[in-house]
């Protein structure tokens, strides 16, 4: 089809077939056609209000639509979006448009002139014990405190959770959550008991076991339902906000500022704990499905003091510190 012809077809039609080729071609998970969706809906209305078609699109209204504000539910605008919101924006269109650029809608693809910016990462941010705790031991509902629980002891992201389904829990040969889909599209099991019982033997003042009943009830009561948590279901999937907006009442209704934790502090917090209590690297690495080892290596610098444990505690150590604290004051 030429370009000109192509006009007669609407923006959201080319969207659609080119989500279709991300699920059927790419293996796309579920989530991440959801989530595509919800952005390109953005872009498509940005057109509509400027009367451009989506093949007509300039690099100007790109650069618009990669810096336009957040939108926070049906209360009007939010917040700027940071290096990582406009960096994902401009990586959407990027895809888009290659593929119409391989398919023979345009000619040029606009988007090889559009620049992304380079987060700065900052190091993880694990949610603080006195938070989570006090969060914990609120009046949770079943549903919000398996989805807390399952980001703070499985350090599963927030898509990663309101995709699971009950038949991803298998009980034999030992408990897990077989087959369910991760970052990036691939299937993997997760040993979610294991991990409860570490963080109840290693961190007890952390309350794990107080997940097991939950989840097992949610599991009954939801066994013939698509998802295993109850939450509101558009397009066939749970929104992953969804976890941050139940997060963010949670805190108020346990005390806390709203912001006090957010999901992925809680599955920084899970990497972590697992780090302090001596976990291998590579093990934690392949728990939190993590891309790189090079990921899991930025938690180690979260940890208080790595050497404090080695340190000696004699008469001996004692002098020599007392004689270094002389020298250095």
Request: proline share 7%; charged share 25%.
């Amino acid at each position: 089809m030429g370009e000109k012809a192509g006009r007669c077809r609407s923006g959201a039609w080319y969207v659609r077939q080119f989500l279709d080729y991300c699920k059927t071609h790419r293996g796309r998970a579920d989530t991440t056609i959801y989530c595509y969706a919800k952005s390109y809906k953005a872009w498509l209305d940005l057109l509509a209000e400027q009367g451009t078609h989506l093949l007509d699109a300039s690099v100007h209204q790109m650069r618009q639509f990669v810096t336009m504000p957040l939108k926070k539910g049906k209360r009007g605008v939010g917040s700027p979006p940071t290096d990582s919101s406009k960096k994902r924006r401009v990586s959407e269109l990027r895809t888009l448009y290659k593929w119409l650029h391989a398919e023979g809608y345009i000619s040029v693809n606009p988007t090889m002139r559009l620049e992304a910016p380079t987060p700065h990462n900052e190091n993880p941010r694990p949610c603080p014990d006195e938070v989570w705790k006090a969060l914990w031991a609120s009046d949770l509902p079943d549903d919000e405190r398996v989805a807390f629980g399952l980001a703070m002891f499985c350090g599963l992201r927030r898509h990663e959770v309101t995709g699971l389904q009950p038949g991803h829990f298998v009980d034999v040969p030992r408990p897990i959550i077989a087959g369910f889909r991760r970052k990036g599209g691939a299937k993997a099991n997760l040993p979610w008991l294991s991990c409860v019982r570490f963080f109840v033997q290693r961190r007890p003042d952390l309350g794990a076991e107080r997940l097991v009943e939950p989840l097992a009830r949610m599991r009954q009561e939801r066994a013939s339902e698509p998802f295993l948590l109850p939450w509101k279901v558009t397009n066939g999937q749970i929104d992953p906000y969804t976890f941050n907006r139940r997060l963010r009442r949670a805190c108020l209704r346990a005390g806390l500022a709203p912001d006090a934790t957010t999901p992925h502090m809680l599955r920084h917090a899970f990497c972590t704990n697992l780090l302090d209590a001596g976990v291998p690297l590579l093990d934690v690495s392949r728990m939190a499905n993590h891309s790189s080892v090079v990921v899991t290596q930025r938690y180690l610098k979260t940890r208080e003091d790595p050497l404090a444990a080695l340190l000696r505690d004699d008469a001996d150590a004692e002098a020599a510190l007392s004689s270094f604290a002389r020298w250095t004051h």
